[in-house]
Every structure is written in structure tokens, then in C-alpha cells.
């Protein structure tokens, strides 16, 4: 199966069920823009920031700084800061 099906066939079950925590267990057959495209759907749906803490570091640059951003700014309990603060770009 080519990766651009593995990344259409993945957007959509995660945006049916919520259940983002498959990405981990097939991450290596997903495109880059796809893990990006999809953690940032999900934050922007769920706030769920502690879910795609681990996923942040095979994120493009960019969307990972958009992530990282979003939770600094948004997240009044800074529990997971550690995780989100070493991809803020300067």
C-alpha cells in the first residue's frame, strides 16, 4: 500500500474516533506531513496536549513549533512545558 493511502486511511479514522494513539504504532509508515497534519487536527479538536507530547519530535520543524506555541499559549497548567518548550522556534 502506497504512503499517501497509509496517510488518507489513518487522517480518517483518527478524525472519526479520536483515537490518535494508533499514530504511534504505525508512525514509520506515515509521511512527515501527514503526522503533521494530523497532530495539529487533533490539538486543535481536543486540546489533548499530553497525548502528542511524544509524537512532537517527528514533526517537521514548522509544525511542531505551531504545536509547542499553541500549548504554551493556550494551557493555564504547564505540566508537560518540558516537553513542548525544546520546540519552540527562536
Same mark, same amino acid.
Given at each position: 500500500?502506497?504512503?499517501?493511502?497509509?496517510?488518507?486511511?489513518?487522517? @480518517? %479514522?483518527?478524525?472519526?474516533? =479520536?483515537?490518535? =494513539?494508533?499514530? %504511534?504504532?504505525?508512525?514509520?509508515?506515515?509521511?512527515?506531513?501527514?503526522?503533521?497534519?494530523?497532530?495539529?487536527?487533533?490539538?486543535?479538536?481536543?486540546? @489533548?496536549?499530553?497525548?502528542?507530547?511524544?509524537?512532537?519530535?517527528?514533526?517537521?520543524?514548522?509544525?511542531?513549533?505551531?504545536?509547542?506555541?499553541?500549548?504554551?499559549?493556550?494551557?493555564?497548567?504547564?505540566?508537560?512545558?518540558?516537553?513542548?518548550?525544546?520546540?519552540?522556534? =527562536?
Amino acid at each position: 500500500m502506497s504512503k499517501s493511502k497509509v496517510d488518507t486511511l489513518v487522517k @480518517d %479514522y483518527i478524525a472519526e474516533t =479520536n483515537d490518535f =494513539n494508533c499514530i %504511534y504504532a504505525i508512525r514509520q509508515s506515515l509521511s512527515i506531513e501527514c503526522i503533521d497534519d494530523i497532530v495539529k487536527s487533533y490539538i486543535d479538536r481536543t486540546a @489533548d496536549y499530553g497525548t502528542v507530547a511524544a509524537i512532537l519530535q517527528f514533526m517537521s520543524g514548522d509544525a511542531s513549533d505551531y504545536v509547542a506555541k499553541k500549548y504554551i499559549n493556550e494551557v493555564k497548567d504547564q505540566q508537560y512545558s518540558k516537553f513542548f518548550t525544546p520546540y519552540l522556534k =527562536n
